[in-house]
């Protein structure tokens, strides 16, 4: 499985992004999927997730009320929608395919990686 991560960029504090992280191949419509960050100096964090059916998900403290993850099954796709960004928010972010159905947080529960999209917020 491959994963291809897009939309990162260069915004300004306060401003919105949408990422987007396709799969090769539907493996992933059975497992949750999650997206993860790593700022600059700093280990990879846990962002958000969502189970299979999108039903169910799972936001790091520090991004709740300001991002929103979805799914559509239907092209393997997976979206994180991030408003009121922060210059805290400044990263690579991957997203994975967990081996799980259910959101879960922690990176050894997740399989398949992306190459990772780049976010700067500029404060």
């Known amino acids: 499985v491959q994963l291809q991560a897009s939309g990162g960029g260069l915004v300004q504090a306060g401003g919105s992004l949408r990422l987007s992280c396709s799969a090769s191949?539907?493996?992933?419509?059975?497992?949750?999927l999650g997206w993860f960050r790593q700022a600059p100096g700093k280990e990879r964090e846990f962002v958000a997730s969502i189970s299979w059916r999108g039903t169910s998900t799972n936001y790091a403290d520090s991004v709740k009320g300001r991002f929103t993850i979805s799914r559509d099954n239907a092209k393997d796709t997976v979206y994180l929608q991030m408003d009121s960004l922060k210059s805290e928010d400044t990263g690579v972010y991957y997203c994975?395919?967990?081996?799980?159905?259910?959101?879960?947080?922690?990176?050894?529960?997740?399989?398949?990686w992306g190459q990772g999209t780049l976010v700067t917020v500029s404060s």
């Open positions: 994975a395919v967990s081996r799980y159905s259910v959101p879960t947080s922690r990176p050894d529960t997740y399989n398949y």
């Open positions: 191949k539907r493996t992933g419509s059975n497992n949750a």
